[in-house]
């Protein structure tokens, strides 16, 4: 590590460390998370890091058909799999600790299957460090208890990029064909932009023409969710709405 790196520096150094090394050995790894939006939001880095979006852990997706691959991978790197007690056990996760330095790295495979579920097969080749922007979006909006480290991930994604109908967008269209089969994951995501938008007063950090812009492109992106066809099965969930739970409890391991 370069002697001048700072705590949150060395987590992105690491990141990028195992994602060269595991290149190598053919291992498909891309990261996700608070890092994923630092690799991705160069431009305006400096406002992730003057709201104090702090990063303690890093976050990987691979393949499932890859998983003991993985799990030796990161043995090799010196890191520890942690075996967690039954009632916290996650099918298509793994996790790593890495004893000399305290690091904790989880690694989903194929899908992040929390409040409601991403699917990342088929799309973990589009870029060669991160998932793709749609699902950084995705992981940050997928979440029903919004907590403030989440809307600052988000304010920074949508100050950096804008929305459109390809990947190296935020790729709304990609999102509004999955939102378009299920009801619960489009009201969750619906209801988190329209949150943070009416949040961007709130920090201090961000300028007048910051919250016009990531204002504007998120009442795109609500707009192009909502104008796409929905599916029959979206249109009968969308009528008991509420009334029934439309999200999965999460309950988080111990670190």
Same mark, same amino acid.
């Given at each position: 590590?370069?002697?001048?790196?700072?705590?949150?520096?060395?987590?992105?150094?690491?990141?990028?460390?195992?994602?060269? +090394?595991?290149?190598?050995?053919?291992?498909?790894?891309?990261?996700?998370?608070?890092?994923?939006?630092?690799?991705?939001?160069?431009?305006?880095?400096?406002?992730?890091?003057?709201? +104090?979006?702090?990063?303690?852990?890093?976050?990987?997706?691979?393949?499932?058909?890859?998983?003991?691959?993985? +799990?030796?991978?990161?043995?090799?790197?010196?890191?520890?799999?942690?075996?967690?007690?039954?009632?916290?056990?996650?099918?298509?996760?793994?996790?790593?600790?890495?004893?000399?330095?305290?690091?904790?790295?989880?690694?989903?495979?194929?899908?992040?299957?929390?409040?409601?579920?991403?699917?990342?097969?088929?799309?973990?080749?589009?870029?060669?460090?991160?998932?793709?922007?749609?699902?950084?979006?995705?992981?940050?909006?997928?979440?029903?208890?919004?907590?403030?480290?989440?809307?600052?991930?988000?304010i920074v994604l949508f100050r950096e990029h804008d929305v459109g109908d390809s990947d190296g967008m935020i790729n709304i269209d990609h999102i509004a064909g999955i939102?378009?089969?299920?009801?619960?994951?489009?009201?969750?995501?619906?209801?988190?932009?329209?949150?943070?938008?009416?949040?961007?007063?709130?920090?201090?950090?961000?300028t007048e023409e910051d919250r016009e812009i990531i204002s504007e492109r998120i009442d795109r992106a609500l707009s192009r969710l909502e104008e796409e066809p929905k599916?029959?099965?979206?249109?009968?969930?969308?009528?008991?709405?509420?009334?029934?739970?439309?999200?999965?409890?999460?309950?988080?391991?111990?670190?």
């Open positions: 590590m370069n002697a001048n790196s700072t705590p949150q520096d060395e987590y992105i150094e690491e990141g990028m460390r195992i994602l060269r +090394e595991a290149e190598k050995q053919d291992i498909v790894l891309r990261v996700m998370g608070a890092i994923a939006i630092r690799l991705r939001c160069p431009e305006f880095k400096s406002l992730h890091i003057k709201m +104090e979006r702090e990063i303690s852990d890093i976050d990987f997706v691979g393949y499932d058909k890859q998983s003991s691959k993985i +799990e030796k991978f990161f043995e090799t790197l010196g890191y520890k799999t942690r075996i967690l007690d039954y009632s916290f056990r996650q099918v298509g996760r793994l996790i790593f600790l890495d004893p000399t330095h305290g690091r904790h790295v989880d690694v989903f495979l194929d899908k992040l299957a929390m409040c409601h579920t991403i699917d990342y097969r088929n799309r973990l080749e589009i870029h060669p460090t991160t998932v793709p922007l749609a699902e950084i979006l995705l992981q940050k909006m997928q979440i029903v208890m919004l907590s403030d480290k989440d809307v600052k991930d988000t939102l378009a089969n299920d009801w619960g994951f489009y009201h969750t995501v619906t209801t988190n932009l329209a949150k943070v938008s009416k949040l961007l007063p709130d920090y201090k950090h961000i599916s029959l099965t979206w249109k009968l969930r969308s009528k008991i709405g509420t009334k029934k739970k439309w999200y999965k409890d999460v309950y988080s391991a111990p670190k």
